[in-house]
DNA sequence: GCGACAG
DNA sequence: ATCTTGTCGC
């Protein structure tokens, strides 16, 4: 997909410019939308214009000892979830983990990676947050507004708000709400049965009930999406790599 | 001030 | 996220 760069000058380097940019952007997020559909119709060639068969699944992975951080972004047919295309890209950590923030630390990289993409996925699936967020701005949302990209948030803990149980059954959800407005940011999804729920928000362009939909048709099988396990699988990897001195690609 | 806190 | 051993179960 086009590249989409995130120079570094324009990158905030503390905390107060960092949140200010998050309500700068917060207003432009558009929390509806429908599900990317398996066949629509023609196939999008192989440019800049996002096809919706395609959905990707991004996750980084970090070397805090030299700095570095490897973005995968792995890029899936929505109908069968196999491979079609990966890349990764590795960058400077340049910004702390502090949470809230974290956009700052992870996408700079999460955009270079998918930038080199050949084709443009209509759909990402991101390791973390979309509007459950303290300002609505979560790493999802974020991306999605960076790139126009419809955008899903699928985390691994509850971070700072309230839910219920699930019951038991796949498909099963519970409210996720945020404890100082009552509102629903989201929601825990049991994506297999009798296991830990997975925390499911709206990135970009996209409804949570459709969402949720998306979510659980990419975990069938496991916990969390295909698209995620790729990622993190491809970054864990690279990194690894880098680490013991092996080539890249 | 203290504790909690996506990855 | 990352640090870490063995262990229970499909």
């Known amino acids: 997909m086009p590249a989409f760069a995130w120079s570094t000058a324009d990158r905030p380097t503390n905390e107060a410019a960092a949140i200010a940019e998050q309500e700068r952007l917060r207003p432009l997020v558009r929390p509806y939308g429908p599900a990317p559909s398996p066949d629509p119709g023609v196939a999008s060639g192989s440019g800049a214009t996002p096809d919706d068969r395609l959905i990707a699944g991004v996750d980084v992975a970090y070397d805090e000892e030299r700095d570095l951080v490897v973005a995968a972004a792995v890029v899936l047919d929505l109908d069968t979830l196999a491979v079609v295309e990966q890349t990764t890209a590795v960058d400077r950590v340049a910004f702390p983990y502090i949470p809230g923030l974290l956009a700052f630390r992870e996408l700079p990289a999460v955009l270079g990676a998918l930038g080199r993409l050949a084709r443009t996925p209509g759909t990402v699936v991101c390791d973390g947050y979309g509007l459950a967020h303290p ?12 790139t126009g ?3 899903i948030g699928v985390a691994k803990t509850p971070f700072t708000f309230d839910h219920h149980e699930p019951d038991a059954p796949r498909g099963s959800w519970s409210p996720l709400t945020d404890p100082a407005t009552g509102e629903e940011v989201g929601r825990a999804v049991r994506t297999r049965a009798g296991v830990k729920p ?23 099988r496991y916990r969390l999406p295909e698209t995620t396990r790729h990622a993190d699988s491809l970054c864990r990897r690279t990194l690894a790599g880098l680490q013991r001195g092996t080539p890249t690609n």
Do not use: K, P
């Open 135 to 146: 300002r609505r701005l979560g790493l999802a949302s974020h991306l999605g507004v960076l």
């Open 198 to 220: 997975v925390f499911v928000s709206v990135g970009h362009r996209i409804g949570l009930t459709e969402a949720v939909d998306t979510t659980l048709a990419l975990a069938r």
């Open 149 to 151: 990209l419809r955008t």
